[in-house]
């Protein structure tokens, strides 16, 4: 279960196995035990305290789902308390714990936000059924807010996407395939998007109420990419205990996206072709045949052509695939739609981390532009979201830039690969130095008396080789 936040940015904690967290309030020593005790068997994390002030400091510091509120209590009384619950937490499920004689200000407590009260004497039993209850109408407030969210984010796709003339081309690419049933395949590097055009095109097609389903072909075993596409009956296999629906059969009369297709292997390749010429599966292990309507929508991070080519996908289901293409640039071909896709990451991050971080600094942007971005957008992504979280003021700097270092290391020249290739000292060690500056420059934000710091190197040495090199 993913942490949740309250409205102060705390995790909200189900602590770690999944467990939720109750607070309870109450000036009465032996309620608060007796209390413990009965939550604690039913599996509950639980807190105890006996006045307002320190429930207010356990809120903020420890962020639990639930409280039980006595209404009368020493110094602040349990409908302020309530209030100052509010104001902290608006999530915060309150219960409030009320003599029989209060009834009438737990009813107004209800009226300013409390869940629900329990007079004491209170059954054990009526009162685990109310903070179930109110714990699950917490879950499904929670799921619709997820939905919600991610509804927005699904609208938001074409938005954020960018300005650049390749970007416009790949949507209008999108606008004319969507309302079809072609099959399209979507090409591109890693990290470019593939996921989120697919997603598009499933909105924008009259399958926009139907399921969405993905699969990776690359992340899952070969031995088993058959029957997570196809699913099987019980007892096909050891371990199959019971009958499962495959990808194919999940996104009936929606979208079936193949991400990575071109790591299927060539059984599979024939085994897909034909369910893609016939419309029908047959589960693993079974005997019949099962009709299917599903939109097909491919990505790879190959050019599926040179695949064919080169005798690693089949000729014959690339034909049979290739009814529309659309292909991908580069975060590097599209610079001017960084600073577009920087600021809707940092939103986003602010979002997620309950940050307010506001702006990039113009060292920091230089920067962005600058980079060769290995990894394309989900590269900046991963930087801008990790900026955000370590930035210390309202501006993202230079310093909160962290890179992936794998992927600078993965950039650099190999001199050994040169020597092979019969190149000589001179070029190989001009060719180094050149990748040396390129980098400092890149970490610099294109500053060159720091990136003379960061090489250790005269300034004026440095401007010499720049210019020597032709950078």
């Given amino acids: 279960m993913d942490p949740v936040r309250n409205s102060n940015g705390v995790d909200k904690m189900e602590v770690s196995n ?30 105890a305290v006996e006045d307002g002030r320190e429930a207010l400091k356990t809120v903020q510091n420890n962020s639990p789902n639930l409280a039980l509120l006595d209404m009368r209590l020493p110094s602040m ?19 409030m714990l009320t003599a029989y004689g209060d009834v009438k200000d737990a009813v107004k407590a ?58 416009k081309q790949a949507l209008k690419q999108v606008e004319i395939i969507a309302p079809t049933n072609m099959t399209v395949i979507i090409q591109g590097a890693s990290g470019t998007g593939k996921e989120l055009v697919a997603q598009l095109i499933h909105q924008k097609s009259p399958r926009k ?61 024939m085994k897909l072709l034909r369910v893609i010429q016939e419309r029908r599966i047959q589960h693993l292990g079974g005997k019949r045949d099962i009709s299917i309507d599903v939109r097909i929508i491919v990505a790879s991070n190959k050019n599926l052509s040179e695949q064919v080519r080169k005798g690693r996908f089949r000729d014959d289901i690339y034909h049979r695939l290739n009814e529309f293409q659309i292909e991908l640039p580069k975060l590097t071909e599209r610079k001017e739609d960084i600073p577009i896709l920087a600021k809707y990451f940092l939103e986003e991050a602010n979002s997620e981390f309950n940050k307010k971080v506001n702006s990039i600094s113009s060292e920091a942007m230089k920067f962005l532009l600058n980079y060769s971005w290995p990894g394309n957008i989900r590269e900046l992504r991963n930087i801008i979201r990790r900026a955000a979280l370590s930035a210390e003021s309202d501006t993202i700097e230079f310093g909160n830039l962290f890179l992936d270092q794998t992927m600078l290391a993965s950039e650099a020249i190999n001199p050994m690969k040169l020597l092979d290739k019969g190149v000589s000292f001179e070029e190989i060690t001009k060719e180094i130095e050149k990748d040396l500056i390129k980098s400092a420059l890149e970490r610099s934000g294109g500053n060159k008396i720091k990136a003379a710091e960061i090489l250790k190197m005269n300034k004026k040495t440095l401007y010499r080789k720049i210019k020597a090199l032709q950078l």
């Fill in 18 to 47: 999944g467990v939720e967290r109750i607070l309870i309030i109450d000036d009465d020593k032996d309620l608060r035990f007796n209390l413990s005790s009965i939550l604690k068997d039913e599996g509950y994390d639980v807190l």
């Fill in 77 to 95: 009384n349990g409908m302020e308390v309530l209030e100052k619950f509010k104001r902290i937490d608006k999530d915060l499920i309150i219960i």
């Fill in 110 to 167: 209800m009226k300013l936000g409390a869940f629900d009260y329990i007079a004491k004497p209170f059954d054990n039993e009526e009162l685990i059924l109310i903070i179930k209850k109110a714990l699950s109408t917490q879950y499904l407030s929670r799921e619709v807010k997820t939905l919600r969210r991610r509804l927005g984010d699904r609208l938001a796709i074409e938005e954020v996407m960018g300005e650049s003339p390749r970007i």
């Fill in 209 to 269: 109420d139907k399921p969405f389903v993905d699969i990776d072909c690359g992340a899952i075993p070969e031995t088993l990419v058959e029957s997570e596409l196809f699913g099987y009956e019980k007892g096909a296999f050891t371990g199959a205990e019971t009958r499962k629906e495959g990808k194919f059969e999940q996104a009936n009369s929606g979208t079936l996206l193949l991400d990575e297709i071109a790591n299927l292997s060539d059984a599979v390749q």
